[in-house]
């Protein structure tokens, strides 16, 4: 579950029936307090509509027949995405209120991502689609009852068309999509895997079929987005989907690579004993940390994108203000290179700085060269040919003890990835140098 994600400690059903009286008839006392039966529809329903009124004071109609969403779990992804969007604002140097556009793919009758996006940020708007008559009738009236008709757009979806098609209609530019995809492939799937579980579901399945099912799965519906993303890149700054097995992460990773997309990231999203993923690519030069794109389960290395996090050890005995005086000392004796502070009202003796260069000025090779930063035409180059992101990070250490340090470079925007290895190497190197005490 994502580090903020209040719902890491379960909720108090008692404080949350008081909250909202209509869950009071099916909270159930167990030896381990209060709860309520999972296993019942109408229970189901009713806590995530205490869950969305008690802490996001929205109120939603959950019509029987149709996914009840799990609140924690839908929270996981769009505090993600936030993140995700902190990182492409640090890499653009964008304003951290600025407008954000975001497109769901099959909102549902609850509407909960663009729900949840908009009331958790001012900022933010969404575009969601939706194909089942029902759902979107639900849809819109949540919007509607809730006061953002100005802020969350319910679009009906073709059998047909594009799934991606609001991006191809609209002339502005999106920040990410979303999207919980159909799973299943056939209606005797849903019931194979309900079976395969080796104590039965954890909770009722409350979905209509149109829904759950799609032609060849989930792999097939986030596989056509990947195809349409091929021909709308200029259109989204991050394509992303939730997935429900491993082996549709690994088909899609396959079917990106199959494009020459390299620029991806995977994610994972623990609720209980439900596991699920998320994949996200982009056709721009934004790139995330680690700690937003890679998994480190060993199984899983062979689809794991390529490290955009590299650490450098440094020297036990060296102390932070050292390290930050030693490093912006050397970032500053790089020519062309700008700096700016990563975070607003950061303490001076932490380093957390961005680097931007717009070409390549620290290698010996570029040394010699001595190129300038003109184009043919006399025009300045502007574009940013790397943005890195410098910090430090405590290095862990067995018993407790101080384990010293990692100079930490996060590589934020850029296509060439030789540059940005480059750059971490050179600085790196210069610092853990001058902190053994020999010389720049």
């Known amino acids: 579950m994502h580090s903020r994600n209040p719902y890491r400690t379960p909720p108090d059903f008692i404080a949350l029936a008081e909250a909202y009286p209509s869950l009071k008839p099916h909270i159930t006392l167990t030896q381990n307090g209060a709860s309520i039966d999972f296993k019942n529809e109408a229970a189901q329903r009713l806590l ?19 996914l009840c969403p799990p609140v924690p779990n839908r929270l996981n992804y769009i505090l993600w995405l936030e993140d995700v969007m902190e990182a492409v604002s640090l890499a653009l140097r964008e304003p951290p209120n600025r407008l954000i556009r975001g497109l769901d793919v099959g909102t549902g009758a609850s509407a909960i991502y663009p729900l949840l996006g908009c009331r958790t940020h001012a900022h933010w708007s969404f575009t969601a689609t939706e194909l089942d008559e029902i759902s979107l009738r639900c849809a819109r009236s949540n919007v509607e009852i809730n ?10 979806a073709q059998p047909d068309g594009l799934i991606l098609a609001p991006l191809s209609d609209s002339d502005a530019v999106y920040d990410f999509t979303m999207c919980n995809p159909p799973f299943y492939s056939s209606r005797e799937e849903v019931l194979q895997s309900a079976e395969a579980k080796e104590l039965g579901p954890n909770a009722v399945c409350t979905g209509a079929d149109v829904e759950m099912i799609t032609p060849g799965g989930e792999t097939a519906f986030v596989g056509r987005m990947v195809d349409e993303s091929m021909q709308l890149r200029g259109k989204c700054r991050w394509f992303t989907s939730m997935l429900g097995k491993m082996s549709s992460l690994t088909d899609i990773v396959q079917s990106l690579k199959s494009k020459q997309i390299d620029n991806y990231a995977i994610s994972e999203f623990v609720q209980g004993q439900t596991r699920r993923w ?64 990563a975070q607003t009202n950061q303490s001076s003796d932490a380093l957390d700085v961005v680097a931007v260069a717009v070409r390549n ?37 067995e018993g407790g ?25 050179h600085i790196e190197r210069k610092v853990v140098t001058t902190l053994s005490g020999g010389v720049r």
């Not at 998994?295 to 062979?302: E, K």
């Not at 003890?401 to 190497?425: K, P, Q, T």
């Open 48 to 66: 995530t509509e205490a869950i969305l009124f008690r802490d996001f004071a929205l109120r939603v109609t959950l019509p029987p027949g149709r």
């Open 147 to 156: 006061g953002l008709r100005d802020r969350i757009a319910v679009t009906p």
């Open 278 to 341: 998320v994949i996200a690519w982009s056709a721009s030069d934004l790139r995330l940390p680690d700690s937003l794109s890679r998994l480190s389960h060993t199984g899983m290395q062979n689809i794991m994108p390529a490290r955009n996090t590299l650490h450098q050890v440094l020297p036990r005995t060296a102390s932070v203000a050292q390290v930050t005086e030693t490093t912006r000392s050397i970032l500053t004796s790089v020519d062309g290179l700008e700096l700016r502070a």
């Open 361 to 397: 000025t620290w290698s010996r090779a570029a040394r010699r060269k001595k190129r300038d930063a003109m184009h043919e035409d006399g025009r300045i180059v502007s574009d940013p040919q790397l943005v890195c992101r410098l910090r430090l990070e405590e290095k862990p250490d």
């Open 401 to 425: 003890r101080h384990g010293g340090m990692y100079l930490v470079f996060d590589w934020l925007r850029g296509r060439d990835r030789g540059l940005f290895e480059s750059f971490a190497s």
